[in-house]
């Protein structure tokens, strides 16, 4: 029952995902991207990873992409018009279907030999924890230092874009 | 119970349209929201292993990853709205100003 429904949403991701590659107009390849979001959060839940489902709709589907759709609405941008270099398409699309091969290969032969330190996380402590608290003392202890990189990151970005945002640059 | 590498499959097939869009499309918004395609991709592939090896890292990173995103889209259209002020167009056949 939940490998049917992995598949259902399986599917709709990887066809949204085409869709954004594939639509003309810049709009809905936006909307297809959001649905992908989605889909994502849906699997999320499905990895009991709540919150981090939580963060992908608020974050992502939420801000992200309301800012994309905003600057997109406001440069008012058409749909293109034909392709002024074919050869562009053809070796991406074959480097891209090389990058897939390479993936699938990796993953379905490298499994057997899958290594990496366990903890014991698992349903019963996310359930009698919670998974933000979980989250919370992770992110406040052991990556207490990359915690504070990141709020200097947000900071040099609000900058850089209110200094791009001037009349004049 | 879903086994993880039907995950990792899906994640890589999505990292691999990004590839293409990256690669295929001359829209710089198009090209920008297929760079957030991969990304998403890859947090799929982290909170699948984390939830594989019982270990709450990845989920982190993936925190941190969605920041760099979120700062990346601040910055990145702010540099997209600058150039359409210049140039009328956001093609990036048209960033062609320190071209070669």
């Not at chain 1, 398409?89 to 993936?103: C, M, P, R, S, Y």
């Not at chain 2, 993880?4 to 690669?23: A, C, D, K, Q, R």
Request: hydrophobic share 60%.
């Amino acid at each position: 029952m939940e490998t049917f429904f992995f598949a259902i949403v399986a599917l709709v991701a990887i066809v949204s995902g085409m869709l954004v590659v594939k639509c003309r107009n810049p709009i809905n390849s936006a909307l297809s991207l959001i649905v992908t979001f989605f889909c994502l959060a849906t699997f999320y839940v499905m990895l009991e990873a709540p919150f981090m489902a939580a963060i992908q709709v608020i974050v992502y589907a939420g801000a992200i992409m309301v800012l994309i759709v905003f600057v997109i609405m406001l440069l008012n941008l058409r749909t293109e018009t034909g392709s002024r270099y074919t050869h562009a398409v053809t070796v991406g699309t074959i480097i891209g279907v090389l990058t897939l091969i390479e993936i699938v290969y990796f993953f379905s032969g490298g499994r057997s030999g899958l290594t990496g330190a366990t903890g014991g996380l698992n349903t019963e402590t996310i359930e009698r924890v919670g998974h933000t608290e979980l989250i919370g003392r992770s992110m406040f202890t052991d990556f207490l230092l990359p915690f504070e990189i990141t709020s200097l990151l947000l900071l040099v970005a609000i900058v850089g874009a209110v200094v791009l945002a001037k009349k004049k640059i | 119970m879903v086994p993880l590498p039907y995950y990792l499959i899906v994640s890589g097939i999505l990292f691999s349209i990004g590839t293409i869009g990256v690669l295929t499309r001359r829209n710089a918004i198009v090209i920008f929201m297929c760079v957030e395609l991969m990304l998403n991709a890859v947090n799929l592939t982290f909170i699948a292993f984390s939830h594989e090896l019982g270990k709450i890292d990845g989920q982190v990173f993936v925190f941190f990853i969605m920041t760099v995103a979120a700062a990346e889209a601040a910055v990145g259209l702010a540099l997209m709205i600058a150039f359409y002020k210049n140039r009328e167009s956001i093609d990036v056949e048209d960033v062609n100003l320190m071209k070669w």
